[in-house]
């Protein structure tokens, strides 16, 4: 029992109960779920009283009591003594049917007072050593829901439990108000739903374009019909077209999953019946419709697919197909799915008269000139001879501008951006790669090791040398110790030849040392791993100055090259002087070289300016050069201005060893760039090293039909007229 007046004690536990209230009352008018709400609303009863342990009890549709929620109910003993549980579980059946309900306190190990159990019967009785407390939840008919229950430990004073009592009834009472507020709640929700319909209505009506109108229908219906994604296509002719996918900004139409979304669409529509797929093939459909369906599903794994032709009230033949069409897709459907079948026929009656306004509309041709062609075409005498005459008219008209009007010939080229000064590491000698010792962007000094390198057949020539070595030294010892063995003895010997022999076996010793210093120093052995030796970052050329940083260009590449055997023409890393001068290295394609040619050649197709010439100071010499537009992949909104020089275009053709995808063989050319315009944040992104690039280099002007389609003319006169 407390040791505590009951004063303090219900002074301790008063600004809890009433904090813990306050709480109970944010609950009760909260939109929280009822697992939410209770879990809550019960930890917040257990703790203002320092209660152990609770429960809330439910009735289920059947009528029985379940439990929804508990705390450390385990922990009362409701199962340390024989018939704990079913004396338990009889308390709570009687005080749920009581009427009117009413709460109840059982002492420890106390039975539930003024009822007489029948005889076999099993006792209501709390054979737990906590004082139990019931608190019925009713609805507004003061039906009852269920109960709340409360073990409080028996250390208190005797007079406070009738506060407990209480307090839990007051608790359980919000829980009452919780449900009363259920259907204020659900009305709510429909009310929401309306505004979302009418909104959505709108917002369909509200553009006549076909693709606007289906992205609409397609991301504001997802919404609506609470599915993962919700696609729309619209019958154009006899084949319909995926003019929407929510979700996505462009329809990818020559992809996989379009073009077989698109072929379920074309064989649900000439079914001209909903399709519905939970999970189970229904071998009744069609057999052109389960051929899409199974391929559609190759490519897309929905648990739940419905696709929906939606028809608007004047498409008034049931036979013909409909106009427009849905489909929607659950990854993680509820076990209930006619709730979102439902949603999606309310969806699809809003949206079929829409989607039929803007297919109708886009039949009509030339839209924004139908009344002007109206009154041309009455003038000229029919619809027939009208729309000859224009024909011809736009013909010719096309003809002029295209043979007259001069326009910029430009020429697409693509390559990288890249410093001025660039060197390579190539492997001394043939090996395999150990290990890759610099990392990309990292700044290099002359000397510093690169790259690690194993040859089997080098470590043999290594242990040979050093054998020959060994040998060598050993017959120069052994020479040596005969000498000194036959002068302590007095032994007569022919010393002039063993002294000869001494010379000559040191003489090759010291040779073949020399020839593995020269060896460990021009591979840069690794001293302890024979076979093992490293590519060095170069020394720098004369004219770089030597505090300028150079810095690995090369991504992260470890993956291709570990293990990889090696020649010594291959480079291994490419290093660049970031803080020097910057270029774009062009691969310009073949076909395109005499055009360019070409602007060098004919006066006012290309620029000059004037420049020392190096080998004449004090003279200068003229510099041609055509314009080119750069843009960087880095910043493909904004396009700087660049120069070609004659100079700094190669004159020969090589293969394009980089790109596999094109057999046309290549000439590299170096623009300078000029990206002065830039701000200073725009020129650090544009300053990195193998960034690509985007080309047009203007090669003057030509007859606008030949600069947009001299590509055309000259497959044409390769193909057709020099082939006769």
């Known amino acids: 029992m407390s040791t505590n007046p009951p004063g303090e004690d219900r002074g301790r536990f008063s600004r809890r109960i009433d904090d813990a209230f306050e709480s109970a009352s944010k609950l009760a008018g909260s939109s929280l779920t009822p697992a939410d709400f209770f879990q809550q609303l019960l930890a917040k009863a257990l703790e203002a009283i320092a209660a152990p342990a609770g429960a809330v009890w439910l009735r289920t549709p059947q009528g029985f009591l379940q439990v929804a929620c508990q705390v450390n109910l385990e922990a009362v003993g409701l199962d340390d003594k024989r018939g704990g549980r079913q004396c338990?579980?009889?308390?709570?059946?009687?005080?749920?049917?009581?009427?009117?309900?009413?709460?109840?306190?059982?002492?420890?190990?106390?039975?539930?007072?003024?009822?007489?159990?029948?005889?076999g019967a099993v006792p209501a009785a709390n054979l737990t050593d906590f004082y139990a407390m019931f608190a019925p939840i009713v609805d507004r008919e003061q039906k009852p829901l269920g109960l709340l229950e409360v073990f409080q430990t028996a250390d208190h004073d005797p007079r406070m439990y009738q506060m407990f009592l209480q307090y839990t009834l007051q608790m359980a009472g919000y829980a009452s108000q919780y449900h009363s507020f259920a259907g204020t709640r659900q009305n709510a929700v429909v009310e929401k739903t309306f505004v979302q319909v009418e909104s959505f209505a709108r917002l369909v009506h509200s553009s006549l374009n076909p693709t606007e109108?289906?992205?609409?229908?397609?991301?504001?219906?997802?919404?609506?019909?609470?599915?993962?994604?919700?696609?729309?296509?619209?019958?154009?002719?006899?084949?319909?077209?995926?003019?929407?996918?929510?979700?996505?900004d462009v329809v990818e139409k020559a992809s996989t999953h379009v073009r077989?979304?698109?072929?379920?669409?074309?064989?649900?529509?000439?079914?001209?019946?909903?399709?519905?797929?939970?999970?189970?093939?229904?071998?009744?459909?069609?057999?052109?419709?389960?051929?899409?369906?199974?391929?559609?599903?190759?490519?897309?794994?929905?648990?739940?697919?419905?696709?929906?032709?939606?028809?608007?009230?004047?498409?008034?033949?049931?036979?013909?197909?409909?106009?427009?069409?849905?489909?929607?897709?659950c990854f993680n459907p509820p076990e209930n799915v006619e709730p979102i079948i439902s949603r999606l026929e309310l969806v699809g009656k809003h949206a079929a008269p829409a989607l039929y306004n803007a297919a109708e509309l886009k039949k009509i041709p030339f839209k924004w000139l139908w009344r002007p062609i109206v009154a041309v075409q009455e003038g000229l005498g029919g619809k027939a001879r009208a729309i000859v005459i224009g024909v011809i008219a736009l013909i010719v008209t096309i003809a002029i501008?295209?043979?007259?009007?001069?326009?910029?010939?430009?020429?697409?080229?693509?390559?990288?951006?890249?410093?001025?000064?660039?060197?390579?590491?190539?492997?001394?000698?043939?090996?395999?790669?150990?290990d890759i010792l610099l990392q990309p962007g990292e700044d290099v000094r002359p000397g510093q090791a690169a790259v690690r390198i194993y040859s089997p057949m080098f470590m043999q020539e290594m242990v040979k040398l050093d054998t020959e070595i060994s040998t060598e030294k050993q017959k120069f010892d052994a020479i040596r110790l005969q000498i000194a063995q036959n002068q302590n003895k007095g032994q007569p010997s022919n010393e002039l030849e063993m002294q000869n022999q001494l010379a000559t076996s040191k003489a090759n010793w010291e040779a073949k040392t020399k020839l593995k210093d020269q060896f460990a120093a021009?591979?840069?052995?690794?001293?302890?791993?024979?076979?093992?030796?490293?590519?060095?970052?170069?020394?720098?050329?004369?004219?770089?100055?030597?505090?300028?940083?150079?810095?690995?260009?090369?991504?992260?590449?470890?993956?291709?090259?570990?293990?990889?055997?090696?020649?010594?023409?291959?480079?291994?890393?490419?290093?660049?002087?970031?803080?020097?001068?910057?270029?774009?290295?062009?691969?310009i394609p073949q076909r395109n070289i005499g055009h360019i040619a070409r602007a060098f050649a004919v006066e006012g197709h290309h620029l000059v300016e004037q420049v020392e010439n190096p080998l004449q100071p004090g003279k200068m010499k003229q510099r041609r050069y055509v314009p080119v537009d750069i843009l960087f992949s880095g910043s493909p909104d904004t396009s700087y201005p660049g120069r070609l020089y004659e100079d700094q275009l190669a004159a020969e053709a090589v293969p394009n060893r980089d790109d596999h995808n094109e057999s046309e063989p290549i000439v590299i050319a170096y623009v300078q760039v000029d990206v002065s315009s830039a701000n200073a944040a725009e020129q650090k992104s544009l300053f990195v090293a193998g960034q690509e690039v985007r080309v047009k280099v203007k090669c003057g002007k030509r007859a606008m039909g030949y600069s947009l389609f001299h590509g055309v003319w000259e497959w044409f006169y390769e193909k057709v007229i020099f082939f006769f």
Request: proline letters at 8%.
């Open 88 to 119: 338990h579980n009889e308390v709570l059946r009687q005080i749920f049917q009581a009427n009117p309900p009413r709460p109840m306190l059982l002492e420890p190990q106390g039975r539930l007072s003024g009822v007489s159990p029948e005889p």
């Open 213 to 248: 109108c289906a992205y609409h229908v397609a991301n504001e219906g997802r919404r609506l019909v609470e599915c993962d994604r919700m696609c729309v296509a619209v019958r154009h002719g006899r084949k319909s077209t995926v003019e929407a996918v929510s979700g996505a």
């Open 260 to 329: 077989r979304m698109k072929k379920l669409f074309d064989a649900v529509l000439k079914f001209n019946d909903k399709l519905v797929f939970n999970g189970e093939r229904d071998d009744a459909l069609p057999p052109d419709v389960l051929r899409a369906l199974d391929e559609y599903l190759a490519e897309s794994q929905p648990k739940l697919l419905v696709v929906q032709p939606i028809r608007d009230d004047r498409e008034k033949d049931e036979k013909q197909m409909a106009r427009s069409i849905v489909l929607i897709e």
């Open 401 to 434: 501008i295209m043979a007259l009007v001069p326009y910029q010939l430009k020429l697409d080229a693509k390559g990288q951006f890249l410093p001025e000064k660039v060197q390579h590491i190539y492997a001394p000698k043939e090996g395999e790669i150990q």
């Open 522 to 587: 021009l591979y840069f052995m690794e001293p302890n791993n024979l076979g093992f030796f490293q590519a060095r970052v170069p020394k720098l050329p004369d004219d770089v100055p030597t505090n300028l940083r150079w810095r690995v260009l090369n991504s992260d590449n470890r993956n291709e090259l570990n293990r990889k055997t090696v020649r010594q023409s291959e480079p291994l890393l490419r290093l660049g002087l970031v803080e020097g001068n910057w270029r774009a290295e062009l691969k």
